[in-house]
C-alpha cells in the first residue's frame, strides 16, 4: 500500500511558475512509476506527465511539452512537477499517481494503482 500526499497547489498568475510536490509513503517508491495527472471542471482526469521508476524514462502530454518538468528524489520518497509559463487553461485539480512497473505505458491512467488526494492550481490571466 502507498499513500500518496501532494503538495504546492495555489494561485498564480499567467506566465507564472509552481513546484508540485507528491510525498510518497513506504519503503518501496523507488520501485514505482509515478505520474501526474489534472482533472479541470466539467472534464475528464487527463494525462499531464510521467517518469518511470528508474528515472530514465519521462512522458508529457503535449500541452505541456516544453513547460513542465516532472523529477523525482528516491531518497526523500517524492516526485516533483516544476511548471513554468502557466496558463489559465493549466486550472485544475492536480493528482499524483503511482503505480507497480507495467506493459501499460506511464501514460495511461487506468494502469496506475495509487492515487493522491489532489490539490487545486489556479492561474489567472
Known amino acids: 500500500q502507498v499513500q500518496l500526499v501532494e503538495s504546492g497547489g495555489g494561485l498564480v498568475q499567467a506566465g507564472g511558475s509552481l513546484r508540485l510536490s507528491c510525498a510518497a509513503s513506504?519503503?518501496?517508491?523507488?520501485?514505482?512509476?509515478m505520474g501526474w495527472f489534472r482533472q479541470a471542471p466539467g472534464k475528464e482526469r487527463e494525462f499531464v506527465a510521467a517518469?518511470?521508476?528508474?528515472?530514465?524514462?519521462?512522458a508529457y502530454a503535449d500541452s505541456v511539452k516544453g513547460r513542465f518538468t516532472i523529477s523525482r528524489d528516491n531518497a526523500k520518497n517524492t516526485v516533483y512537477l516544476q511548471m513554468n509559463s502557466l496558463k489559465p487553461e493549466d486550472t485544475a485539480v492536480y493528482y499524483c499517481?503511482?503505480?507497480?512497473?507495467?506493459?501499460?505505458?506511464?501514460?495511461?491512467?487506468?494502469?496506475?494503482?495509487?492515487w493522491g488526494q489532489g490539490t487545486q492550481v489556479t492561474v489567472s490571466s
Open positions: 513506504g519503503r518501496t517508491f523507488s520501485s514505482y512509476d
Open positions: 517518469i518511470r521508476w528508474s528515472g530514465d524514462m519521462t
Open positions: 499517481a503511482a503505480r507497480s512497473p507495467k506493459f501499460a505505458s506511464i501514460r495511461v491512467i487506468t494502469s496506475y494503482d495509487y
